[in-house]
């Protein structure tokens, strides 16, 4: 997914308008036009009528006459016989005069249910004209606020580049962008298109592959020139094997994983929108961190050669679904229960101290026992009731009855990469890393946002001592901090669920809304095929102090010219006059591709990926904390009666 930087960001632009449609919305629906629910006029009231109104009588066209004169004229004419003069009586009903004052307030009740639709038209286009009037003085002054996503940057260029004058004035007054080019999320994304027979430009044959070779040196073995001390610093140890995470993809994924390989094969490196090199010339992982010599790479894009929305074969990936070697399949608890009961053996403030955060490690037992535990990561008071919560809930909705599931995960043709950082006193840092190179945004309102072109997602072991203690997902711009014992696992390895799409990494399996109330916006997860990265897989150590990319001893012949690569791993987001982009409320259709793992804080303190400063909450129990929201509250309850 797209980085987002550390600095709390301003508010966005987007968000003032979905503010402003919002308010206009409730003034439709809950301010009604306003009726009279008085059938008969006041006295006072003066109306101009039709002359039929006022029978037996001449009166000039266009006359105005008030309702006194109109009722005066009607009562005060003759009777001509008995029955007129019967009717005349008090208490008798004249029927002329019903019928009048039946058309006279049926003429009132028209006219003010005129006066509340002008009323109603008059405040719409009042908040209209004053949301246009703010919003642009607004962004006269203070341009930077509107800034939320790096794609806002270019916010002027990119308006400039629809060729509708109503499209980009519609996007810069009221945040509809590129309206003519929506199109509502089907089941399945983009049509795939049919190659000709004559295109070579894709080899027929998986063994024709050329990219294949990018990943192998032609030299003869390194490791053979290292000595003890060069060898020592590409050693991983045995232990980041033994608890080498395993990943459920989605069962239903329509884009898999990835070698980045073949990925650099089907682009063209791009500043901004403009090549910088031929189609035909294929950046290699060995001379990738080359295309930094245009503005140091940060406005280098890998741009796709072949249209997203064609489902080109090479970036949905699916000849690298991993491939189970067996069926066997075994109980999993962790499902229903998925936590530690009791404190975690070992797990002491002054113990953590010791690989929590890599600042702490020379303070002394006295000073760690005076910390907060929340400056430890230990869940607060709100935090163990909503653990207690989940898990009585869980244990009565499974009844403690085990499931099946996969034993063995499955080999995949795109390799991960994983980076082994020794960070000193004990405390080793492994990020597996999974490439896709596609991002399918997810759907809300039945319109889909955050596509990109190349996705980067990591999980992260912390280890102290030869010992896993803490694991990161990455989730979107942040993800979820767990004890080595909260998460599922398969013997001792960890397991990861990948979303469907996003490729987000949660605990769990199920739906995990974010950022949007009401699960609006939100990821699945399932069981579905088992990916275990160990089988095929790119090692690294990394020396974070000096930026140094080593090829491990498993991997001597890696490359890691890839890794130093500043820009983009993906298209830069599509200009707006492209018919495949749009956006509404500040969120894109298509966004920028992401940065590479070296911008992933590999020289973090804490095993979250935010901000050093940030609170790093390892939780001892799986799920959502919006959940506990769901379930039904185990607290006593005063009986009223």
């Given at each position: 997914m797209?980085?987002?930087g550390s600095v709390?960001s301003p508010?966005?632009?987007?968000l003032?308008?979905l503010?402003?449609?919002s308010?206009?919305?409730?003034?439709?629906?809950?301010?009604?036009?306003v009726t009279?629910?008085?059938?008969f006029?006041?006295?006072?009231?003066s109306l101009t009528?039709?002359?039929?109104l006022?029978?037996?009588?001449?009166?000039?066209?266009g006359?105005?006459?008030s309702?006194?004169?109109?009722?005066?004229t009607?009562?005060?004419?003759?009777p001509t016989?008995?029955?007129?003069s019967?009717?005349a009586?008090?208490s008798?009903?004249?029927?002329?005069s019903?019928a009048?004052t039946s058309?006279?307030g049926a003429?009132s009740?028209?006219v003010e249910?005129?006066?509340?639709k002008?009323?109603?038209?008059i405040v719409?286009?009042?908040s209209?004209i004053?949301?246009?009037?703010?919003n642009?003085?607004?962004?006269?002054l203070?341009?930077s606020?509107?800034?939320?996503y790096d794609?806002?940057?270019d916010?002027?260029?990119?308006i400039?580049?629809?060729?509708s004058?109503v499209?980009?004035k519609?996007c810069?007054?009221?945040s509809l962008?590129g309206?003519?080019?929506?199109r509502?999320a089907g089941?399945?994304?983009g049509q795939?298109r049919v190659l000709a027979e004559?295109?070579?430009?894709?080899?027929?044959?998986d063994e024709?592959a050329p990219?294949?070779?990018f990943w192998?040196?032609?030299?003869?073995?390194p490791a053979?020139?290292?000595d003890?001390?060069?060898?020592?610093l590409?050693?991983?140890p045995d232990?980041?094997?033994e608890?080498a995470p395993?990943?459920?993809?989605?069962?239903?994924?329509?884009?898999w994983?990835?070698d980045i390989?073949?990925h650099?094969?089907?682009?063209t490196?791009?500043?901004n929108y403009?090549p910088?090199?031929?189609?035909?010339i294929?950046p290699t992982?060995?001379?990738?961190d080359?295309?930094n010599?245009w503005?140091?790479?940060r406005?280098?894009f890998?741009?796709s050669?072949?249209?997203?929305e064609?489902r080109?074969?090479?970036?949905?990936?699916?000849?690298?679904?991993?491939v189970?070697?067996?069926?066997?399949?075994?109980?999993?608890w962790?499902d229903w229960?998925?936590?530690?009961d009791?404190a975690?053996?070992?797990d002491?403030?002054?113990g953590?101290?010791?690989?929590?955060?890599?600042n702490?490690?020379?303070?002394?037992?006295?000073e760690?026992?005076?910390?907060?535990?929340?400056?430890?990561?230990y869940?607060t008071?709100?935090d163990?009731l909503?653990?207690?919560r989940v898990r009585?809930?869980?244990?009565k909705?499974?009844?403690?009855?085990?499931i099946?599931?996969q034993e063995?995960g499955?080999r995949s043709?795109?390799?991960?990469?994983?980076?082994?950082?020794?960070?000193?006193n004990?405390i080793v840092?492994?990020f597996?890393?999974f490439f896709y190179?596609f991002?399918l945004g997810?759907?809300v309102?039945?319109?889909?946002?955050g596509n990109?072109i190349?996705d980067?997602?990591?999980?992260?072991?912390?280890f102290?001592?030869?010992?896993?203690?803490?694991?990161?997902?990455?989730a979107?711009?942040?993800?979820?901090?767990?004890?080595y014992?909260?998460?599922?696992?398969?013997?001792q390895r960890?397991?990861?669920y990948s979303?469907?799409?996003?490729?987000?990494?949660?605990?769990?399996?199920?739906?995990?809304s974010?950022v949007?109330p009401?699960?609006?916006?939100?990821?699945?997860?399932d069981?579905g095929?088992?990916w275990d990265?160990l089988l095929n897989?790119?090692m690294?150590t990394?020396?974070?102090?000096?930026?140094t990319l080593?090829?491990?001893?498993?991997s001597?012949?890696a490359?890691?010219?890839w890794?130093?690569f500043?820009?983009?791993?993906?298209d830069?987001?599509?200009?707006?006059?492209?018919r495949?982009q749009?956006?509404?409320?500040?969120?894109y259709?298509y966004v920028?591709?992401p940065l590479?793992?070296r911008?992933?804080?590999l020289?973090?303190?804490k095993?979250?990926q935010?901000p050093?400063?940030d609170p790093c909450?390892?939780?001892d129990w799986?799920?959502?904390?919006?959940?506990?929201?769901?379930l039904?509250?185990?607290?006593p309850?005063?009986n009223?009666v």
């Open positions: 797209t980085e987002v709390s508010p966005s632009s987007g003032a308008a503010t402003f449609w308010f206009l919305y409730t003034l439709l629906v809950l301010c009604p036009v009279s629910h008085d059938p006029p006041s006295e006072k009231s009528i039709p002359i039929s006022a029978p037996g009588r001449a009166i000039a066209i006359t105005s006459l309702l006194t004169t109109i009722t005066t009607t009562i005060a004419a003759p016989s008995t029955a007129q019967h009717q009586d008090p008798v009903p004249d029927p002329s019903r009048n058309n006279v003429v009740l028209a249910q005129m006066i509340g002008a009323k109603g038209t719409i286009l009042s209209l004053a949301y246009v009037s703010i642009s003085l607004a962004r006269a203070h341009p606020a509107f800034i939320w794609e806002d940057r916010e002027q260029r990119w400039a580049s629809s060729r004058w499209d980009r519609a810069r007054w009221l962008c309206t003519a080019h929506l509502t089941p399945r994304f795939r004559s295109n070579t430009s894709v080899p027929a044959q024709a990219w294949r070779a192998f040196r032609e030299q003869e073995d053979n020139q290292w003890d001390a060069e060898r020592s590409r050693e991983i232990y980041v094997f608890y395993l990943v459920h993809l989605f069962s239903n994924e329509q884009f994983p990835c390989a073949e650099l094969f089907h682009i490196p791009m500043l403009t910088v090199q031929s189609q035909q294929h992982l060995e001379n990738l080359q295309l010599q503005q140091d790479g406005y280098v890998l741009t050669n072949d249209d997203v064609e080109p074969p090479w970036m949905e990936g699916e000849k690298n679904i991993p189970s070697p067996d069926e066997h399949s075994e109980g999993s962790s229960d998925g936590r530690v009791g975690i053996p070992g002491t403030p002054e953590r101290l010791k690989w929590y955060d890599t702490h490690k020379s303070m002394s037992e006295d760690a026992a005076n910390l907060p535990f929340e400056d430890l990561g869940s008071p709100e163990l909503q653990d207690e009585d809930e869980l244990r909705r499974y009844g403690g009855e085990p099946k599931m063995t499955g043709d795109a390799p991960a990469v994983l980076l082994v950082v020794d960070k000193g004990g840092d492994a597996w890393f190179s991002n997810n759907v309102l039945n319109v889909r946002f990109h190349g980067w997602e990591h999980c992260l072991v912390r102290y001592n030869g010992k896993p203690k803490a694991l990161f997902f990455s979107h711009s942040a993800g979820e901090a767990y004890s014992e909260a998460v599922e696992k398969i013997g960890p397991v990861i979303a469907v799409g996003t490729h987000a990494m949660y605990a769990t399996p199920g739906v995990h974010y949007l009401w699960g609006l916006l939100h990821d699945q997860t069981r095929p088992l990265p897989s790119h690294y990394y020396d974070h102090a000096n930026d080593r090829a491990s001893t498993a001597p012949l490359p890691t010219e890794f130093y500043n820009g983009h791993w993906g830069k987001f599509y200009p707006l006059g492209d495949r749009y956006r509404f409320a500040g969120q259709h920028n591709g590479g793992p911008f992933k804080h020289n973090r303190r095993v979250c935010g050093d400063e909450v390892i939780k799986v799920g959502e904390k919006m959940r506990p929201k769901r039904s509250d185990p607290r309850h005063d009223p």
